[in-house]
């Protein structure tokens, strides 16, 4: 059975699970998938199907590769406004094309990535005209409404890596992901496999600082925001201690690479009818620097990200 690229990500997720109905809206908040297969010849099957899937998505997506300029020691502070001088001289990356379909967003993020002796910087500046983030708490699920999210796959592996989230109320969500294998996970999206409990344990970041900006009213549909800002600091010494990383160690060296993901979730709550205008349904867009075609937990399509002094 061969896997078109071009079939939406509901038809081809049914069609390689085997009469399993994935729906087509946020995987992560709809219906899992099953879970890894314990047959032998299921799960060859599966392993087959996904490395031909990898094939045809990374010639169609190839991983992007930016360069990430040291700056100064204290040449960025972590205020969310993204006005450091330092900023300025540092390209942009588009974390705008839906990543289900590739299809390239109206309401764009744009992310900038630094790093110096102590800390990788990354910020994003996000267009959208609703903001909403009403979870509090560390580690809530703000994956459920607008945030920014950076996966960080430290040692190239594509196994193990880092997953940080910012909401534009300030939350931060941070786990270390150990047990997914991409052979299998990428079709299932079950986040079972993803031993959430575990991964939240693995990594509590206490080095690692953030802070955002917004232009506008949060969580009031009343209105129209122009959008908001995220700026992350992420220690090295928090990577380490979630391990593993790249022999070379960390801080890293001119020339050394990593795998990352960069992503944003615009979420838009549903609007009841009011007088003769009708109501809307809740929506989300998932924008991606490089389309997976599935959920943003497909390590294949990581960028590279080159350090350069």
Same mark, same amino acid.
């Given at each position: 059975? #061969?896997?078109?690229?071009?079939?939406?990500? !509901?038809?081809?997720?049914?069609?390689?699970?085997?009469?399993?109905?994935?729906?087509? %809206?946020?995987?992560?908040?709809?219906?899992?998938?099953?879970?890894?297969?314990? *047959?032998?010849? !299921?799960?060859?099957?599966?392993?087959? %199907? $996904?490395?031909?899937?990898?094939?045809?998505?990374?010639?169609?997506?190839?991983?992007?590769?930016?360069? =990430?300029?040291?700056?100064?020691?204290?040449?960025?502070?972590?205020?969310?406004?993204?006005?450091?001088?330092?900023?300025?001289? #540092? !390209?942009?990356?588009?974390?705008?094309?839906?990543?289900?379909?590739?299809?390239?967003?109206?309401?764009?993020?744009?992310?900038?990535? $630094? +790093?110096?002796?102590?800390?990788?910087? #990354?910020?994003?500046? =996000?267009?959208?005209?609703? #903001?909403?983030?009403?979870?509090?708490?560390?580690?809530?699920?703000?994956?459920?409404?607008?945030? !920014?999210?950076?996966?960080?796959?430290?040692?190239?592996?594509?196994?193990?890596?880092?997953?940080?989230?910012?909401?534009?109320?300030?939350?931060?969500?941070? &786990?270390?992901?150990? *047990?997914?294998?991409?052979?299998?996970?990428? &079709?299932?999206?079950?986040?079972?496999?993803?031993?959430?409990?575990?991964?939240?344990?693995?990594?509590? $970041?206490?080095?690692?600082? +953030?802070?955002?900006?917004?232009?506008?009213?949060?969580?009031?549909?009343?209105?129209?925001?122009?959008?908001?800002? =995220?700026?992350?600091?992420?220690?090295?010494?928090? %990577?380490?201690?979630?391990?593993?990383?790249?022999?070379?160690?960390?801080?890293?060296? *001119?020339?050394?690479?990593?795998?990352?993901?960069?992503?944003?979730?615009?979420?838009?709550?549903? %609007?009841? $009818?009011?007088?003769?205008?009708?109501?809307?349904?809740?929506?989300?867009?998932?924008?991606?620097?490089?389309?997976?075609?599935?959920?943003?937990? =497909?390590?294949?399509?990581?960028?590279?990200?080159?350090?350069?002094?």
């Amino acid at each position: 059975m #061969i896997i078109r690229i071009a079939v939406v990500i !509901a038809v081809f997720a049914s069609t390689l699970l085997a009469q399993t109905t994935q729906p087509s %809206l946020d995987d992560r908040r709809t219906e899992d998938g099953p879970a890894r297969p314990t *047959d032998p010849a !299921a799960r060859l099957e599966m392993i087959q %199907l $996904a490395h031909q899937h990898k094939r045809e998505l990374l010639a169609k997506y190839p991983p992007p590769v930016v360069m =990430c300029k040291k700056v100064n020691d204290g040449a960025i502070k972590i205020d969310g406004k993204l006005d450091d001088k330092a900023w300025k001289d #540092i !390209a942009e990356v588009s974390a705008s094309r839906e990543t289900r379909s590739g299809v390239e967003q109206t309401q764009k993020a744009h992310v900038k990535l $630094a +790093w110096d002796d102590r800390y990788l910087y #990354i910020a994003f500046d =996000c267009r959208d005209s609703n #903001i909403t983030a009403t979870l509090k708490g560390r580690d809530a699920a703000l994956w459920s409404q607008d945030a !920014a999210e950076v996966f960080i796959d430290a040692d190239g592996d594509e196994m193990s890596y880092v997953e940080l989230e910012v909401s534009p109320a300030g939350e931060f969500y941070d &786990a270390a992901i150990a *047990d997914y294998r991409p052979e299998t996970d990428w &079709a299932s999206r079950k986040m079972d496999n993803l031993n959430i409990e575990k991964s939240l344990k693995l990594l509590e $970041a206490k080095e690692t600082k +953030w802070a955002v900006q917004v232009k506008g009213t949060l969580n009031d549909s009343s209105d129209e925001d122009d959008g908001w800002t =995220c700026e992350l600091a992420v220690a090295w010494s928090d %990577l380490v201690a979630a391990g593993p990383v790249s022999p070379r160690g960390l801080p890293p060296r *001119d020339g050394d690479q990593m795998r990352i993901g960069l992503y944003r979730i615009n979420y838009t709550p549903a %609007l009841p $009818a009011q007088g003769t205008a009708a109501g809307k349904p809740e929506t989300f867009e998932l924008g991606a620097w490089n389309p997976t075609l599935t959920w943003f937990h =497909c390590t294949w399509s990581f960028g590279y990200v080159i350090f350069v002094k």
